[in-house]
T-cell receptor, first 112, second 113 residues
Framework: ETGVTQTPRHLVMGMTNKKSLKCEQHLGHNAMYWYKQSAKKPLELMFVYNFKEQTENNSVPSRFSPECPNSSHLFLHLHTLQPEDSALYLC???????????FGNGTRLTVT | AQRVTQPEKLLSVFKGAPVELKCNYSYSGSPELFWYVQYSRQRLQLLLRHISRESIKGFTADLNKGETSFHLKKPFAQEEDSAMYYCALPPLGSGGSNYKLTFGKGTLLTVNP
């Protein structure tokens, strides 16, 4: 599959659970991003990885832990989340910093 | 701090009518701005960028530094233009870097038949 693929599409988890979101890009891009999209709020950048190195952490709580094992894969590990963390989590990639972002379809997360 | 404002949450027009989606920014310097679009059941994608000065799907956007605006315009709206539109601004001095884009809250455009 080409493009940016995110799994799972939907996730429901309790506050004590540990889960991970996965993102994979088949575009040969060097940068990968996690964004959070909540109702009534603009898209919020969470993390940026460039050539597997984290270049941005936008003051994200430690209950969100990113991992980028290589330029094609990005994970977001979740633990002890709060109900207010329920949102659509979008992964994106880009070739270089000035090239367009390519987004995945997102994971709809519900924390109960 | 830089800011992107899309004052209209919802915009509804009839097919064939002109459409203008507003975007205002606060920024010190010469910004490079983007418009991203999300059609129903599709992923968010780049529509156009200021630096390209191109027309995509009949849409254009002109940077007006005096009014600090980057409004998206199309002279004749089509039903397939119905989507969520986001204006976005990269960090000051980044040369258009994606690394910390500031997105507006978005405008939902509905084009009625």
């Amino acid at each position: 599959e080409t493009g940016v693929t995110q799994t799972p599409r939907h996730l429901v988890m309790g506050m004590t659970n540990k889960k991970s979101l996965k993102c994979e890009q088949h575009l040969g891009h060097n940068a990968m991003y996690w964004y959070k999209q909540s109702a009534k709020k603009p898209l919020e950048l969470m993390f940026v990885y460039n050539f597997k190195e984290q270049t941005e952490n936008n003051s994200v709580p430690s209950r969100f832990s990113p991992e980028c094992p290589n330029s094609s894969h990005l994970f977001l590990h979740l633990h002890t989340l709060q109900p207010e963390d329920s949102a659509l989590y979008l992964c994106a990639s880009s070739q270089v910093k000035n090239s367009p972002l390519h987004f995945g379809n997102g994971t709809r997360l519900t924390v109960t | 701090a830089q800011r992107v404002t899309q004052p209209e949450k919802l915009l509804s027009v009839f097919k064939g009518a002109p459409v203008e989606l507003k975007c205002n920014y606060s920024y010190s310097g010469s910004p490079e701005l983007f418009w991203y679009v999300q059609y129903s059941r599709q992923r968010l994608q780049l529509l156009l960028r200021h630096i390209s000065r191109e027309s995509i799907k009949g849409f254009t956007a002109d940077l007006n530094k005096g009014e600090t605006s980057f409004h998206l315009k199309k002279p004749f709206a089509q039903e397939e233009d119905s989507a969520m539109y986001y204006c976005a601004l990269p960090p000051l001095g980044s040369g258009g870097s994606n690394y910390k884009l500031t997105f507006g809250k978005g405008t939902l455009l509905t084009v009625n038949p």
